[in-house]
């Protein structure tokens, strides 16, 4: 990779800057400053202001997302990437949320710039199991456990039933809910559906991965390694 891809590419710098970047020495390779914008490198082999490259094989990361962002590049207000270093906001490809959780939404949220595992994590067949958890206005009536494990249940305004989903309550008005596709707001609108509007809405778990073990606090993010998506 030529030095100036490589800075573009991981966020550091313009291809414009990368002159002045390498006229101040910023960029070394195996101890020796890197002179021409033109020298092909390779990103192990490189250290950018002192430190190495920035997720160099693709950038995975869990976040707790708090209430009140948006997983959006161009709404108003809070965003999501709000709380990104800025440098991963430059990288190319760009960092995106795998799907998204609605502002009113906290919990566990998937960033890469790695368009294929996105697709994988995202695909309908892939069936990736998210687990949310929920407190509600209204009781939940017991027989909902049924409707939404049947595969039979169907939303207002869908031609299609949800696929089988695992309600458990851990009381009249709380519980956890299992989804294994990603329909627009459904965990709220299945709840809605059967009397009980969602109060609180957290998601606690994507596949293998569960914010418990995680220990971030709202805000914080923390590197994964997508290879345990693949098991």
Not at 3 to 12: E, H, I, K, P, V
Not at 17 to 38: C, D, F, M, T
Not at 155 to 178: F, K, M, S, V
Not at 204 to 219: M, N, Q, R, V
Request: charged fraction near 25%; proline fraction near 8%; hydrophobic fraction near 35%.
């Amino acid at each position: 990779m030529r030095t100036d891809a490589l800075l573009s590419r991981f966020g550091y710098c313009s291809r414009r800057e990368v002159a002045q970047w390498l006229k101040r020495g910023r960029v070394i390779r195996n101890g020796v400053p890197v002179k021409s914008p033109n020298e092909k490198v390779e990103p192990e082999d490189v250290l950018i202001d002192g430190e190495p490259v920035e997720f160099p094989h693709g950038l995975y990361v869990a976040l707790n997302k708090p209430l009140g962002c948006t997983c959006s590049h161009k709404e108003e207000g809070e965003l999501v990437y709000d709380l990104l270093p800025e440098q991963w906001l430059r990288r190319n490809p760009a960092v995106n949320t795998v799907g998204r959780l609605d502002k009113e939404t906290s919990g566990l949220l998937l960033l890469t710039d790695d368009g294929a595992f996105e697709h994988a994590q995202t695909s309908p067949k892939r069936h990736v199991p998210k687990v949310y958890a929920f407190t509600t206005e209204c009781p939940v009536p017991p027989e909902a456990v049924a409707q939404f494990a049947s595969g039979e249940f169907m939303l207002q305004g869908e031609r299609t039933p949800c696929l089988p989903a695992e309600l458990e309550l851990t009381g009249d008005c709380e519980g956890r809910l299992t989804l294994h596709e990603g329909r627009y707001h459904q965990v709220r609108r299945m709840l809605a559906a059967v009397g009980a509007p969602v109060l609180t809405l957290q998601r606690i778990e994507i596949g293998p991965l569960k914010l418990a073990d995680l220990h971030l606090e709202p805000g914080e993010w923390v590197a994964i390694d997508p290879a345990i998506f693949a098991r």
